[in-house]
């Protein structure tokens, strides 16, 4: 058996949206895991390095699928193609993750709903604002509740665009939670409320003429703007040359900006503050990703 998995990056924390919201985007991981006379793993573009069996967040997420099932992991050949940079704050570690319980539940002749796959990479990854964008595709507004994942999808509008500026360090996720206080005045927690309530409301309706006021996040965003060098430039730069919205994408370091018109302006604006800081950074232009992890079975 052959089974291939192609899953898309995301972007989640969007502004307001700390640990909820997220969007599929049009970068991509590919896994194809076939049967095999020996057990291998084999990285291909967009790899670095090799990553060691017990780091490997698709064998991980497969692995609990074929542990749920009751199987053994098979005699296997995994071979991963990705163009997802890791610990950049596009959703690498999830994209693994939906990957392999994806692929492990085809492999398996897909004895588990998608409901519970998504649930199941959810508990994997600690929260599920990467997960189920990656999984479904468009924005998603995402909870959990008792070891459950729910969530709404909405279909972006069509013309807007994503623009990323991917600096060349990385920013593990662990270290940018780690500097968020801990507690909050009740006054920035109901503002906070406000603004991601609206922003929901924003995108559901696809009116985004106030996406500014509405992704300015109170909580994390400080506390995190002095782990990005450029922070202030390349978000300045965004908004001056026509974004709707700029911000943080995950937990960092890229930064992303949502835009329908003058996109190549404000790409080349970002790049220009981080240079002016003395980092190196590639822009790319995105769109949403609207389908998700999509799965293809030979036997």
Do not use: W
């Not at 508990?123 to 008792?146: K, Q, R, W, Y």
């Not at 309530?197 to 400080?222: K, M, N, Y």
């Amino acid at each position: 058996m052959k089974v291939t998995v192609k899953v898309p990056a995301s972007t989640a924390n969007i502004g307001s949206g700390v640990d909820c919201l997220g969007v599929g985007l049009s970068k991509y991981l590919t896994v194809i895991m076939e049967d095999s006379d020996k057990f291998e793993v084999i990285f291909k573009a967009g790899f670095e390095k090799d990553i060691p069996i017990e780091e490997n967040l698709f064998y991980t997420g497969a692995k609990q699928i074929f542990e749920k099932a009751g199987k053994e992991f098979p005699v296997v050949k995994i071979t991963m193609v990705t163009d997802i940079p890791g610990s950049r704050g596009l959703g690498s570690s999830a994209s693994a993750i939906v990957a392999g319980v994806y692929a492990a539940n085809a492999y398996l002749n897909e004895p588990f709903e998608e409901g519970e796959l998504i649930s199941q990479a959810s508990l994997i990854e600690g929260h599920p604002d990467n997960i189920v964008p990656c999984a479904v595709g468009g924005f998603t507004i995402s909870m959990m509740e008792d070891e459950q994942t729910h969530y709404h999808k909405i279909v972006p509008n069509r013309d807007l665009h994503f623009i990323t500026a991917i600096p060349d360090y990385e920013l593990p996720t662990k270290l940018a939670r780690s500097v968020v206080p801990k507690e909050f005045d009740r006054q920035t927690l109901v503002k906070q409320l406000q603004k991601a309530c609206f922003l929901v409301g924003a995108l559901a309706s696809g009116d985004l003429r106030q996406l500014e006021i509405a992704t300015q996040d109170l909580i994390f965003t400080p506390a995190r703007k002095a782990l990005i060098p450029g922070f202030n430039n390349v978000i300045n730069n965004a908004m001056a040359h026509g974004a709707m919205c700029s911000m943080i994408s995950g937990a960092g370091p890229t930064l992303i900006a949502f835009a329908t018109q003058n996109l190549e302006e404000i790409a080349q604006a970002m790049k220009d503050g981080f240079t002016k800081n003395q980092i190196n950074s590639e822009v790319e232009i995105l769109k949403a990703d609207t389908k998700g992890a999509l799965v293809i079975v030979e036997k």
